[in-house]
Each structure stands twice: as structure tokens, then as C-alpha cells.
């Protein structure tokens, strides 16, 4: 049986949970005063940031959840994720509308393989 690794713990929730090679986490901007281009960089980079932390890499990516205050903003959603996921290694992505908290225009839910765990 795998342990259960948790980063960045509070009582309401880990930033990272990591189980079986595999690593579960949500990423939202951490300026919400930019619009939805602005944030959805911001995110990509912070995923980017986590995947470092864990040891992987965009290669490594399984599923990507994304939640969009505005489904209007996927042409912005869809330039910035073209140029910053990489030719082979897409991860499954499913996209839809969703009511965020005030300020946030995108919310993505990441899963990914953790490397040296497969």
C-alpha cells in the first residue's frame, strides 16, 4: 500500500495531495485583479511551479479540469494552453462554466504522474 504524501496542509484542505504516483492538486490565480488571459497565465505558471516541487514535469500531465467564470474567455483559455502545453503530451482537458469566487475568472484542477513512480 502507498503512502499518502500532503503538502501545504491546512484543516480545510492540502495544496498537494500525492498517492500512488500520482498527484492531485487545484491552481487559481494569486493576483484575481487581472483578467482571465492574465490569470490563466498565471495558473499555467503556477502549475508549472507545483510540478517542480513534486518532482514532475508538463510531460507528465494526466488530466487537466478547467473552470471558467465566463465560457466566452475560452478563445484567451485556449491561446495561452496552445502555446504552453507540449506537442505529444496532452493531457485529457474537459472545459465549463462555472461560478467562482469574486475576482477569479479560471480555476484548474491538475492531475499528474509524479516521476520515478510509474
Not at 32 to 38: E, F, I
Not at 88 to 111: D, F, N
Amino acid at each position: 500500500m502507498s503512502d499518502i504524501q500532503r503538502y501545504g496542509q491546512s484543516k480545510r484542505w492540502s495544496d498537494v495531495v500525492v498517492h500512488a504516483g500520482v498527484a492531485y492538486w487545484v491552481e487559481v490565480a494569486e493576483d484575481p485583479s487581472q483578467d482571465t488571459q492574465g490569470q490563466v497565465q498565471q495558473v499555467l505558471a503556477q502549475i508549472d511551479a507545483t510540478l517542480a516541487q513534486i518532482g514532475s514535469g508538463r510531460d507528465r500531465l494526466l488530466q487537466i479540469l478547467v473552470y471558467l467564470s465566463d465560457l466566452a474567455a475560452a478563445p484567451a483559455l485556449n491561446a495561452a494552453w496552445d502555446a504552453w502545453v507540449l506537442n505529444g503530451h496532452a493531457p485529457v482537458r474537459a472545459c465549463v462554466q462555472a461560478g467562482l469566487s469574486p475576482g477569479y475568472r479560471v480555476e484548474m484542477v491538475v492531475t499528474a504522474a509524479v516521476n520515478g513512480s510509474d
